[in-house]
């Protein structure tokens, strides 16, 4: 049973413009919640991250946006470049990290 | 400050061949995860190692399937009797913390070929 979920599984960009990915989760009780980027045959890097006590945090060109009480957080990327083209993976910190199928972003020129 | 190390980056067994796969963390991390990530899915948790213990195995196979951490040396996942379907990336990541508040930082994976 998927605890977290991203129902897009691609999303497509005009270079320049916002990119928003979106992420639901079904446990409550989860309180840490972290995006990662992965390009094809590296291992996932971490992004940014966010914490319960929080509706927003933001590192440069990347917000993440969260709403405890529809259990949704997104990720906005603005202004969109071509190297933002990869698998973005929303997780919730528990002990371990769970993550969600992730969706593939396509920006394009 | 090196990163998270794994190895090898590739591995081709033949089916019914023992796979063993290591994670050195990163430099004063003490805790281990093992993910697999199978052709167009997301990543799987198999399991959470602190040093010496078995913190939540609840994602890994209940047969052909370990892993250790032991006091001294890196992490292993070791798969015995390989069948076709375990062909995956497997991906460690290591914290220094077992705090909820923290980050896990990826080695770049090991890409398991069954042959």
């Known amino acids: 049973d998927q605890q977290v979920k991203q129902n897009s599984p691609s999303l497509s960009v005009q270079e320049g413009r916002i990119s928003i990915l979106n992420c639901d989760y079904t446990?409550?009780?989860?309180?840490?919640f972290l995006w990662y980027k992965k390009y094809p045959a590296e291992g996932p890097t971490f992004l940014i991250s966010?914490?319960?006590?929080?509706d927003k945090n933001e590192d440069g060109r990347f917000t993440v946006f969260l709403n405890k009480s529809a259990k949704h957080l997104s990720l906005h990327i603005v202004p969109s470049q071509p190297g933002d083209s990869a698998v973005y993976f929303c997780?919730?910190?528990?002990?371990?990290?769970?993550f969600g199928k992730g969706t593939r972003l396509h920006i394009l020129p | 400050n090196a990163g998270v190390m794994q190895n090898p980056r590739h591995l081709v067994r033949r089916r019914g061949q023992e796979a063993r796969l290591r994670c050195s963390p990163m430099?004063?991390?003490?805790?281990v995860y093992w993910y697999r990530q199978l052709p167009e899915e997301g990543l799987k948790f198999m399991v959470y190692?602190?040093?010496?213990?078995?913190?939540?195995e609840s994602g890994m196979p209940k047969e052909r399937f370990s892993a250790e951490f032991p006091k001294e040396g890196p992490s292993i996942l070791r798969i015995q009797q390989v069948v076709r379907g375990d062909s995956a990336a497997y991906f460690c990541?290591?914290?220094?913390?077992?705090?909820?508040?923290?980050?896990?930082?990826f080695g770049q994976g090991t890409r398991l070929t069954v042959v």
């Open positions: 190692l602190q040093k010496e213990n078995i913190i939540d």
């Open positions: 990541a290591s914290s220094p913390l077992r705090q909820k508040n923290t980050e896990a930082f």
């Open positions: 430099k004063g991390h003490s805790h």
């Open positions: 966010i914490s319960s006590i929080k």
């Open positions: 446990n409550s009780m989860f309180d840490y």
């Open positions: 997780a919730a910190r528990d002990d371990k990290i769970i």
